[in-house]
DNA sequence: TGACGGTTTGACCGGACGGTCAGATCGGGG
DNA sequence: CCCCGATCTGACCGTCCGGTCAAACCGTCA
């Protein structure tokens, strides 16, 4: 990552990204204007452009660091401990995520509906690296018996659609939950362990 | 639903509104133009503004027509019907829709992920109701021990979450699963079967 | 104090966008 | 054939948006 030099300019960086990362995720890429970001990040539009080449730029630089923080959940899922509690806690992980990050969900989400045309290297690159390596993992750990067997890829979509949901469609989440129930989370956690202890348990 | 009187209007207001949501569901609100829906059209811009009052309307139109068809499969489940068979009916008619008409998921999802400005109300209402009324349903099965107590709205987000996401999403499924399986449906429907039985089995 | 690089901004540009309007075109009934 | 309402369009308007630029500002070091 491309990091300026004086303390001013990392500062004017982050500051520009974080009233980005606000206005992209609620407004989407084009859904967002220059002269918003610059009032939310408390800057004037040209001095926004002076920190980046463009509308894109400061995009681009949202969406690659977020690429590395959501995939790391996946990355320490270890092949060497207990499958279900790993998995579990892969679970658990993402579920965080969304819980305390629900921007960068979004952020997200909006880039993939579009049909991420900013970021489909590094989907076709890195991520699906990443997925086949880990399929690895639970396909052994499978052929041993110690979870239940079923598609490993599928397995994965099946973890990131149910964590995912809870940031990316909160208002329809909220809205049917009703306003008694005002944190959705803890449930949430209960239900996926639930899911995922009879999904996974080996069958005797 | 406002129906126009002659068959030159409805004709050209579906051909409108078949184009905005090609145009809609792959840019967002903000993103589409009425040029762009014009030219998919096969209309002028100001022709399109003489069947919709504004850009608004035409969404709206959408949004409201898209409501009422993705929730008759959460109505057609029946009281009356096996638990099991009619949780997995559910869940394949909703795999369905994704397949058949992922520009419609898409659509809603964005309008979700903006904070459903349009249809917060409709959410709050009608779909708020008709999922506690199937809850309803969904307990009682429970309480019978026909099928797994579950929380159950939290059930109802999953299938929304695991099914939507192969439409939502599908630039990254295709992505991950790679070139060679052209067609991720399928196994889908397969994982989903299996999931959705180990979850719901009765505990003997 | 003055000079200088780094930082900030008011004013502006060209293009795109949603929407309007006066008038042209069409098509069927008298 | 003409008329009349429905349908359609070219030209246009005001606004917004991404981006540029010359000039101003600021802290620091000589």
Chains 1, 2 share one sequence.
């Not at 300019?9 to 890429?29: K, P």
């Not at 598609?151 to 099946?158: A, G, K, Q, R, T």
Request: hydrophobic letters at 45%; one cysteine or more.
């Amino acid at each position: 990552m491309t990091q300026g030099r004086t303390r001013i300019q990392q500062r004017n960086r982050d500051t520009i990204l974080e009233a980005a990362l606000d206005v992209f995720s609620q407004h989407g890429f084009r859904g967002a204007t220059l002269d918003q970001i610059a009032e939310v990040a408390g800057l004037s539009k040209p001095n926004l452009l002076y920190y980046f080449a463009s509308k894109e730029a400061i995009h681009v630089a949202l969406l690659s660091q977020l690429l590395v923080t959501w995939l790391d959940p996946l990355r320490a899922m270890d092949a060497s401990g207990d499958p279900v509690e790993e998995l579990l806690g892969y679970v658990r992980r993402k579920l965080e995520l969304s819980r305390d990050y629900p921007r960068e969900s979004r952020l997200f989400a909006n880039e993939i509906l579009q049909g991420a045309p900013r970021i489909r290297e590094a989907i076709e690159g890195d991520l699906h690296a990443l997925v086949h390596e880990k399929c690895g993992v639970l396909r052994a750990w499978m052929d041993q018996g110690r979870i239940a067997p079923v598609h490993p890829v599928h397995l994965i979509f099946s973890i990131w659609a149910m964590t995912q949901h809870y940031a990316d469609f909160d208002v329809q989440v909220r809205a049917v939950l009703g306003p008694d129930e005002a944190d959705p989370f803890p449930e949430a956690a209960r239900f996926l362990e639930t899911l995922f202890r009879r999904l996974l348990a080996p069958v005797g």
